[in-house]
């Protein structure tokens, strides 16, 4: 477990920091990524971005959806739908008032409204949806995005 967590924080350590952090030998290291990556544990790797801090337009958001599950296969079939769409990023089986959370992204807002105007709400399955647009994001995957150092150009209005 020591040896995800590390991986999960920081997936560009070396074999050789690996086996100093965990008290492996370099071997054992490799050997065990070599495990987790065949029996589908360590599903991909990859850096968090600040899209903010880059010219590229990115707007993402958070979409709630109950759905009718099919009769036989539950929440798999439109489950395997959704993640089809290359715009959606997450898909989760919730509790509560909804039955699937989504994290979409695309350029503009207006993208991500007519996402879920074509594409999701026509689904036969889907039967409401509730879009969140994300205005800021704080910290992602336990990675601090947003620091004291970065600069808000919103205005504050006090009453």
Known sequence: MK???LLEEN???STEQL???TGMSP??????????????????????IDWEKTERNYVSALIELKVSPKRDYGFEEI?????????VETVYLMSGGYDLALTVSGESFRDIAMFVAHRLSPLDSVLSTATHFVLRRY???????CSEDDNDEREVTML
């Open 3 to 5: 040896l995800l967590r």
């Open 11 to 13: 997936s560009r350590l």
């Open 19 to 21: 086996a100093t952090l």
């Open 27 to 48: 071997e054992e290291v490799a050997g065990e990524i070599d495990r987790y990556e065949r029996e589908g544990i360590i599903r991909s790797y990859g850096a968090i």
């Open 79 to 87: 489950a395997k739908t959704i993640m089809e769409f290359p715009e």
């Open 139 to 145: 910290k992602e995957r336990g990675v601090v995005i």
